[in-house]
């Protein structure tokens, strides 16, 4: 069974750019979630996926969209960087949606910096 | 509004010692709660899934308790190891309907040989 995977590990980009993290979902998910933690902090939920479509979303602007493909894999673009979105953002997969969805497995993350 | 707070943030104790490590919630109506660790720079690993149903769960060393009328989660780590160290982290996930876990900020542990 292979587990939740992310790229890349690390980024930094420049105020203004823009981002694109990647995720792959655990075999047999198709539910992706996506978080933000800021150092010191809890994870912020950012949305979440479900079969290609938006399932929820947390208080992040709309310069903070996402995809889902057909094989469950998922992706998260920042437009605008702030310097505020220096963050690990996590990864979570897992089966089922809405009141299905429970155990949450995480990917590694990825860390991105903001300069 | 969901919040949840772990106490205390920080927490060293030499290696054996039994430890308890506190969640608290604001809103009694959750669906569920898990605990999970995580260690410097890393994902999240699932360590205990309790349904609000359930009053707890255990698994090996690490034993979670829920008390929804009081809004209180314990994870109770039994002879604890240097292997223990890491951050724990409460999520709360308010309900049914709703997808999104909401964390505390992590109770950070460190086990002293």
């Known amino acids: 069974e292979t587990g939740v995977t992310q790229s890349p590990t690390h980024l930094i980009k420049t105020r203004g750019q823009q981002v694109t993290l990647r995720c792959s979902s655990q075999?047999?998910?198709?539910?992706v979630s996506w978080y933000q933690q800021a150092l010191g902090q809890g994870p912020q939920f950012i949305f979440q996926?479900?079969?290609?479509?938006?399932?929820g979303r947390g208080n992040f602007p709309p310069r903070f969209s996402g995809l889902q493909f057909p094989n469950y894999s998922s992706e998260l673009n920042v437009n605008a960087l702030e310097l505020d979105d220096s963050a690990l953002y996590l990864c979570?997969?897992?089966?089922?949606?809405?009141?299905?969805?429970?155990?949450?497995?995480f990917g590694p993350g990825t860390r991105l910096t903001v300069l | 509004k969901q919040e949840v707070t772990q106490i205390p943030a920080a927490l060293s104790v030499p290696e054996g010692e039994n430890l308890v490590l506190n969640c608290s919630f604001t809103?009694?109506?959750?669906?569920?709660l898990q605990w999970f660790r995580q260690d410097p720079g890393k994902g999240l690993t699932s360590l205990l899934l309790?349904?609000?149903?359930?009053r707890e769960q255990t698994s090996g060393r690490l034993n979670a308790s829920l008390d929804k009328s009081s809004g209180r989660s314990t994870l109770y780590i039994a002879a604890s190891q240097p292997g223990d160290s890491a951050t724990y982290l409460c999520?709360?996930?308010?309900?049914?309907?709703?997808?999104?876990?909401?964390f505390g900020t992590g109770t950070r542990l460190k086990v002293l040989a």
């Open positions: 999520a709360v996930r308010p309900g049914s309907g709703t997808y999104k876990y909401i």
């Open positions: 979570a997969s897992s089966s089922g949606q809405g009141a299905h969805t429970d155990t949450q497995y």
């Open positions: 075999s047999g998910h198709n539910t």
């Open positions: 996926y479900y079969r290609e479509e938006e399932n």
């Open positions: 309790i349904q609000s149903s359930q």
């Open positions: 809103d009694s109506a959750i669906y569920n």
